[in-house]
């Protein structure tokens, strides 16, 4: 029997040329497509896929949001998650939000199969270097200081602080994120306090410095 599998993502060539390639394999069939998380729920009430690819920046929302929900309600569901940005960043915020995996685009067509039949036989499906650093982590003293990285921020505030990297005013950030400008301001806060940063100024630019090596990261050869 072929694993049924949806693909949400806000490109519609990466989804079509994703959907192809699936489709080639012979335990593998695309049953539906979506680009933000309304239309994913859509496809997966009406389809009820065994598998979900789900990339993080989907049409206005945040695939991670959509990753916690059917990890939530729908625990039969494995989740693949795909994204241009940094494993480094990304990877353990997806498997702990209760995907299954985690690669990078650029490494989509290499390992995207190999990936979903990872998990499809109950494994965890992350790079080499990522599955080092859990084992670190898991090694490390409770004593030991955490430096100040965004390591420490929640998946909102990671994501505000995202969006003040790519310029974004606070009223378009809370336009973006369908929160409200006081919300946005509270998550500014909490995002100086703790990364160390004296004043607004200082989070912009560290907020771009941050945008801007994640794009280097995600886009090198």
Not at 27 to 40: H, P, Q, R, T, Y
Not at 53 to 70: F, M, Q, R, S
Request: charged letters at 30%; hydrophobic letters at 40%; glycine letters at 6%.
């Amino acid at each position: 029997m072929k694993s049924r599998v949806i693909i949400v993502d806000d490109h519609p060539i990466f989804r079509m040329g994703m959907g192809e390639l699936l489709n080639q394999e012979e335990d593998f069939i695309v049953c539906g497509l979506a680009e933000d998380i309304a239309s994913a729920r859509k496809v997966i009430e009406d389809e009820s896929p065994d598998l979900a690819i789900v990339d993080i920046t989907l049409a206005g929302d945040n695939g991670l949001d959509l990753v916690k929900e059917l990890s939530k309600q729908r625990s039969s569901l494995l989740i693949l998650v795909l994204s241009m940005h940094d494993e480094q960043v990304w990877a353990e915020r997806a498997i702990r939000a209760g995907a299954r995996g985690y690669i990078m685009k650029k490494e989509a067509s290499e390992n995207v199969i190999s990936a979903l039949r990872n998990i499809r036989n109950g494994k965890i499906h992350v790079s080499h270097s990522i599955m080092e650093r859990f084992l670190d982590r898991l090694q490390m003293q409770p004593d030991t200081p955490a430096a100040p990285t965004v390591d420490l921020l929640t998946d909102r505030e990671l994501e505000v602080f995202r969006l003040i990297g790519s310029g974004l005013s606070t009223r378009e950030i809370a336009e973006r994120m369908k929160l409200g400008l006081k919300t946005i301001g509270t998550y500014r806060d909490r995002v100086k306090q703790k990364l160390g940063l004296k004043n607004a100024a200082e989070l912009s630019r560290r907020a771009v410095l941050w945008t801007e090596k994640d794009y280097f990261k995600s886009n090198k050869s």
